[in-house]
T-cell receptor, first 113, second 109 residues
Framework: DTEVTQTPKHLVMGMTNKKSLKCEQH?????MYWYKQKAKKPPELMFV???????INESVPSRFSPECPNSSLLNLHLHALQPEDSALYLC????????????FGPGTRLTVT | DAKTTQPNSMESNEEEPVHLPCNHS???????IHWYRQLPSQGPEYVIH???SNVNNRMASLAIAEDRKSSTLILHRATLRDAAVYYC??????????FGTGTRLQVFP
């Protein structure tokens, strides 16, 4: 099974809402990632978890809160987002050793109204 | 992070070979060269990677210049399904993949 799954596929939320994005992999990978992709732009790294610990935070605003409850699951908690946060949010995983080949999920398309 | 330079777009006809170039003149000795592609409405997909030697897999070939300052992704017979944005990425000995703007490949029947 080489699949990374993400739920939901689409999410519309208001600026005062709290919601969560979920990502799951069952490949035994030890590293998991969140990326943000705006329309017609390349993906931008947000967070990296290694062995369930946050190892990289690319100066992401605190209204995005990642969580890694176990080695297979990665969440992104959203609170008080702005319309400019509307984007495709991609999750990825890797074995976590060079060359760090990453497997991506299909993404969650988020719209903030 | 080392940077890469790719053409914004390229075109090919179906069943013809495609050579996608990437320049990375500031590459360091520990940088791997990765290629990912992103089909419309999908997440990026790993294509191939290399360090110093040329590499082949079922999807593509990667030709790396002897000085490692450039590389070329080769699709041997383009299909319509190969239409995508192709990203050339350098990664050091870390978890970080920094995507550049990539090359949009159009394939015509």
């Amino acid at each position: 099974d080489t699949e990374v799954t993400q739920t939901p596929k689409h999410l519309v939320m208001g600026m005062t809402n709290k919601k969560s994005l979920k990502c799951e992999q069952h490949m035994g990978h030890r590293a998991m990632y969140w990326y943000k992709q705006k329309a017609k732009k390349p993906p931008e790294l947000m967070f990296v978890y290694s062995y369930e610990k946050l190892s990289i935070n690319e100066s992401v605003p605190s209204r995005f809160s990642p969580e890694c409850p176990n080695s297979s699951l990665l969440n992104l908690h959203l609170h008080a987002l702005q319309p400019e946060d509307s984007a495709l949010y991609l999750c990825a995983s890797s074995q976590g050793r060079p060359p760090y080949e990453q497997y991506f999920g299909p993404g969650t398309r988020l719209t903030v109204t | 992070d080392a940077k890469t330079t790719q053409p914004n777009s390229m075109e090919s006809n179906e069943e013809e070979p495609v050579h996608l170039p990437c320049n990375h003149s500031t590459i360091s000795g520990t940088d791997y060269i990765h290629w990912y592609r992103q089909l419309p409405s999908q997440g990026p997909e790993y294509v191939i990677h290399g360090l110093t030697s040329n590499v082949n897999n079922r999807m593509a070939s990667l030709a790396i210049a002897e000085d490692r300052k450039s590389s070329t992704l080769i699709l041997h017979r383009a299909t319509l399904r190969d239409a995508a944005v192709y990203y050339c990425i350098l990664s050091e000995d870390t978890d970080k993949l920094i995507f550049g703007t990539g090359t949009r490949l159009q394939v015509f029947p």
